[in-house]
Each structure stands twice: as C-alpha cells, then as structure tokens.
C-alpha cells in the first residue's frame, strides 16, 4: 500500500483484490490491508461505490464486515454485493476523515450518510484589483483579490446588505469597464447610493475612507461606526450644513436598515456555526445558522440521507465532514448535541480550515440560547416537511390509481418543450418524488438537430432519445434510482406517440407513458389524459389528483421557458463580430470605440473599416465580406 499523502480532491486508489463478491472480497482484502489509518471503498460488479468508510486501522476495521451476522440487514446487503475493495493508506486517522467526506460527497455511495443539497454560499467582496475597490457578490472559488464577508445564508441576504453599504457608504458596484468608460453620473449616483468616483467626485483619499468604513462595518464594528456618524450628523447640523447633516442621517439610517434583520445574534463571538441536528419518523433535519461579527448572516436547512437506525450523533458527524469539504469552517461550531468523535472531527476541520477549529456543545448561557433556537427551527422544518411528504405520497397513490399503476412512483419525470417560431429551442425535463420536486435531477436539452426546431414531435423524439440512450448507457442495470416509474408529456397523443416510438426503438418496455393535453380552449381543468393503449379520458375539475398533474406540468412549462428565455437572452447579447476569424478582444474593442456599435460596424464601408487602428486592409476585407458578401 501507498504511503504517500494523498491527495484529498481526487485520490488514486493504489490497488483493487478481482475475487468473488461478498465476505470473499472482504476476506481476501484483510489478508493484505495494515495496522495504518486510511479509507476503504466497497464496489459492486459495475464499479459503483457502495460504501465509502475510514478507520484508525485499516485491518482492525474492515475484519468486522466478515461476520455479517454480527450486522443489520442492511449492511449485510451492502456486503452481499460487493464485488471489489479498493484502499488507501494516509498518515493520520483525520486526513481519513477528510479523504472519506470529500469520496463521499464525489462518489454518493448508496449505504453512506449523504448530504445531498451541496449548493454554494453566497459572499460580500470588496475587491482590491483596481484603484477604487468595488463592492459586489460573490460565489465560487475566492481567488479574486480582496476581503470576503460571509458566508451567507441566502442571496437575499446579501442583496439586502449590499444595498444598505451602498447608501451607508456609496461605493461602486458597476463593472470595471462602465466605471472607465463613464463621462457623467450614473442613475445610482442621483439615487444616493453611489458617489461617482468615475467622473471625478470624490477624491482617492476620501473614496479610501469610506472603503475602510465599510470594512469596518463587516467586521462587526459598526456601533463605533454608528458613533461616528451621529457625531458628524450634529456636527454638521451645529454648523448649519443641513445638507451634509441629511447625508450623515441618511447613512445612520442605512446601517440601522440590515441591523433590524437581525432576529438573533450572538455578541462576543467573532465567527462561528451554529449547527442543531432533529430527528423524527427515521428523518433528520440539520439547521445551520451563520453568525460573523456577532451578527446573523441566516441559516439553511439540510435533510442528509440515511438509514432509519441511524442515530443523531452519527448523522450529525457525517454532516460536518461533508458540509466543511465544501465550506470553509469557522473557528467555533456550535453544537447541539454530541457527536461520537469529537476531537478527531475538530482536527480534522482544523487541518480544512489552517487554524484550530473549536466543537462545543453549551449547556447554559447566550450560546446554549441560540443552539436552542436553531433546533426549534430543525424541529419545525422537519415537521413541516414530513407533513409535505405525507401529502405528496397520498398524491402520488391517487395518480398510480387513476393511471393503474401497481404502485405509486418513486420518480416522476415530466417533459415540455419552449421555442418561439422554432427559434431557440429547449426540452426540459423535472423531476418529482414522494418528497416533492427533485431540482437536482432537472435537466435541459438544448434541441440540436435542425429538422427538429420547428416540430414538436421531432423535438420530444430528440429529448427521449438523449436521455433514455443515455441511461441505458450509464445505468443499464437500473440500481442507482435515475430511472422513471413514470413519464408525463405536456402533449396529446402526436407526442405521446413520438415518445413511445423512440422507447420501442430502444427496446424499453416498462416505462408507462402519459400525455397531458390541455382542453379545448387550453383551459386548466379540463386536461385530458392519453395513456398508451387505453381510451382518453378526463378527471373531474376538482379531483386532486388533477391539481397535482397541473402542478407538476407547470413547473416543466417554467423550467422550459426559462431555459428558452435564457438561451434566447443569450443569443441577443452575441456579438457578430466574435464570429469573425482574426478578431480578438483588442481588435474588436478598436472597432467598438471607433464606430459605437457592432450594427455600426456591420453597415462600415470598406475605407471606414480600414481606418480602425489595428485593422488591416486584408482583416478590413474580411469583416465588409461577413456582412455585405464578397464583392
């Protein structure tokens, strides 16, 4: 085995042991494992990851899975299918914790604790790359210069925190090249919430200022702030600058605004997670609230996959490794119940984060206060969502009833498609489940073949062509749950039709087909139902099993029409010049500074082109013969 410290993004399994599957494997694989900290992975025939673990020692550890009567039937599955192990060794039992999270969170082993929803935080950044820093939103990696403030909650969140520091400080938030290119004010500027550094209204010196005040402001000072702009305010009104004394108001104002949303805070504390874990009916619900310089930038819920025996501590600590593999961790996390490995869990986040990262779980005080309040709001998110569930299920019994299916669906895929006059077409595909609509599972087609854009039938053909050739590529065993029990079509029968034709083409046979066409006047309520092999028919305008069939088709309408609108969006911001062999960012911006347009540049005569700096006369030629055909 490799001794080398892996890599903890993408590691290398060293070795894999090709014995027959079951206790076998395992058997053969303890025969060569160490006495040495690292991860095991468990693989079924296809070379899909059952089960990511980690271990202070390697052979100590995986022994235990050749007894499987010494486990729970859901383990001993898990080891009946296991056809490969593949192991890698690393120096210390936390960067096994850390290499297990990051397999975890990349691979989805089915008998892992899984944290599905991995969507990134948004952060305030005050970038350092230009003469006048610029205040602004941020998601993804942080490699721009500057400082950054969050995480956030929300996006909402930070919207209304950047508006607040544009009229508390009025720093710009226009692009890098508006802000070189202006000559007057802009609206933000008449507004108040700008003070137009671009055209020369304020000094570098003052514009450094009021950079540093809004620094200063997110790093938790902002009761010193408050201070100093009530002592300017009545300064400013003693001398009877009444004008000036507004601005200072207007300010004050403005930093009180984002400190009203302030439900709860957590003063004496510079930076740290609050993190409350609820379990009910073999769910969990795991609240996390952000707290950085004393103040509540939000919270999110989470509802991590597992086994219904699974306890709280140990759904709680598979959630912190695989939520910080993403998320830079804090110095304090906040607790609210114990988990089984505290202390190899903090160095583990220590060594993510490159300083001492702190678990506590408070029992009294301020801090025991605000664990108390996010585990209020686990406890009611959770509540609310097993009552959703319960609703949905009942929904998805009655529409396997009414379509006599032998059992209600685990997965429901809707399709529709958006174009206008055949331009910019999109297929879309959601999905839905017994815990509502699953948008990771969305997915959009952009429509490729040309016959295809003005056809609806040629469309739907394209979209269950894409997507079932594909799944018969990459699941073809049908053991990772991405295959339908259910498809329903935004159409009648031309486009069921189309797509049973494309299923039989494909020798599938067991996905029932449903068309949802609307009535006569494309009145809601009155939709028919096409089923292969069965009559048309209606549902009763108030049956629930209709509104929930409405429900899912507008939701694929939505999520066509805003793909259409966004791929159209897009082609209307193209610029033609792009398109242009020889034309690069600095030519192109030549030919935009000289004429002001890309259609001024289109209607250019040859002579005009020529005279652009940096045009020549064979690259003028060029671009006059792109528009205007080869003279």
């Known amino acids: 085995m490799a001794d080398n410290r892996p890599d903890l993004d993408a590691p290398e399994a060293p070795s894999a042991v090709p014995v027959p599957t079951g206790v076998g494997v395992i058997a053969a694989a303890v025969r060569t494992l160490p ?37 729970p039937t859901r383990l001993q599955r898990m080891i009946s299918a296991t056809a490969r192990m593949e192991v890698v060794t690393t120096h210390t039992e936390a960067e096994a914790l850390l290499l297990e999270s990051n397999l975890i969170k990349k691979l989805k082993p089915r008998y892992n604790i899984l944290l599905r929803d991995d969507k990134s935080f948004p952060y305030i950044l005050i970038a350092d790359d230009h003469a006048w820093p610029r205040v602004l939103k941020h998601r993804g990696a942080r490699t721009r210069p500057g400082q950054y403030h969050g995480p956030y909650a929300s996006a909402g969140a930070v919207n209304r925190t950047l508006v607040a520091l544009q009229k508390a400080f009025l720093l710009r938030s226009c692009s890098d090249s508006v802000f070189a290119n202006r000559t007057r004010p802009c609206l933000l500027h008449q507004i108040k919430r700008c003070c137009a550094p671009c055209v020369g209204r304020v000094s570098e010196d003052e514009y450094q200022g009021l950079v540093e005040q809004a620094r200063a402001f997110l790093e938790g000072r902002s009761q010193d702030m408050q201070r100093d702009l009530a002592t300017r305010m009545e300064d400013a009104s003693a001398r009877l600058a009444f004008e000036e004394a507004a601005i200072y108001r207007d300010r004050i104002r403005a930093l009180t605004s984002v400190q009203s949303h302030q439900d709860i805070t957590l003063p004496g504390l510079g930076e740290a997670d609050v993190v409350a874990v609820h379990q009910a009916g073999g769910q969990t ?26 306890e709280a501590g140990a759904v709680l600590e598979a959630f912190l490794g695989q939520f910080y593999s993403r998320q830079m961790p804090p110095k304090v996390i906040l607790l609210s119940t114990d988990i089984p490995n505290p202390e190899l869990v903090a160095e583990a986040l220590s060594i993510r984060a490159e300083h001492k990262v702190t678990l506590h779980v408070p029992q009294r005080g301020a801090r025991r206060k605000v664990v108390d309040h996010a585990l209020t709001n686990a406890r009611e998110a959770l509540a609310r969502r097993m009552a959703e569930t319960s609703a949905q299920q009942t929904l998805l019994e009655g529409l396997a009833e009414v379509l006599g299916l032998e059992g209600p669906p685990e997965r429901v895929e809707v399709y529709d498609n958006s174009h206008i006059s055949g331009t910019n077409p999109i297929g879309a595909m959601i999905v839905a489940g017994p815990e509502g609509f699953q948008k990771t599972s969305y997915r959009k087609f952009n429509i490729r073949h040309a016959e295809a854009t003005a056809d609806d039938y040629a469309m739907m053909r394209e979209v269950m062509e894409r997507r079932f050739a594909r799944a018969l590529k990459e699941d073809p065993d049908r053991t990772r ?27 599938i046979e067991d996905v029932q087909l449903v068309g949802v066409a609307k009535g006569p006047d494309r009145d809601a309520g009155r939709e028919r139902f096409f089923v292969p092999g069965r009559p048309s028919f209606l549902l009763p305008p108030n049956h629930p099993v209709l509104y929930f069939v409405q429900r899912l088709r507008d939701e694929a309408h939505r999520f ?72």
């Open 35 to 71: 006495n040495t900290p690292g991860v095991y992975r468990m693989l079924d025939r296809s070379g899909d990851a059952l089960y990511v673990g980690k271990a202070r020692s390697l052979k100590k550890r995986v022994v235990t899975y050749t007894h499987p009567e010494r486990l």
């Open 285 to 310: 619900c795991i609240q996390v609230f952000f707290f950085r310089a004393g103040n509540n930038h939000g919270n999110r819920a989470y509802y991590p996959s597992h086994a219904r025996e699974d």
């Open 481 to 507: 749950g991405q295959w339908p029990d259910l498809v329903l079509i935004d159409g009648g029968q031309g486009q069921v039709s189309a797509a049973a034709g494309v299923l039989e083409d494909l020798g």
């Open 560 to 631: 066509a029409v805003a793909g259409h609108q966004a791929r159209r969006k897009k082609a209307a911001a193209a610029n033609p010049l792009d398109a242009i062999p020889g034309i690069g960012a600095a030519r192109k911006k030549a030919l935009m500074h000289h004429f002001g347009s890309a259609k001024a540049v289109s209607q250019a005569g040859l002579a005009d082109l020529e005279a652009v700096e940096g045009i020549s006369e064979g690259l003028a030629r060029k671009i006059y013969e792109r528009f205007h055909g080869e003279t």
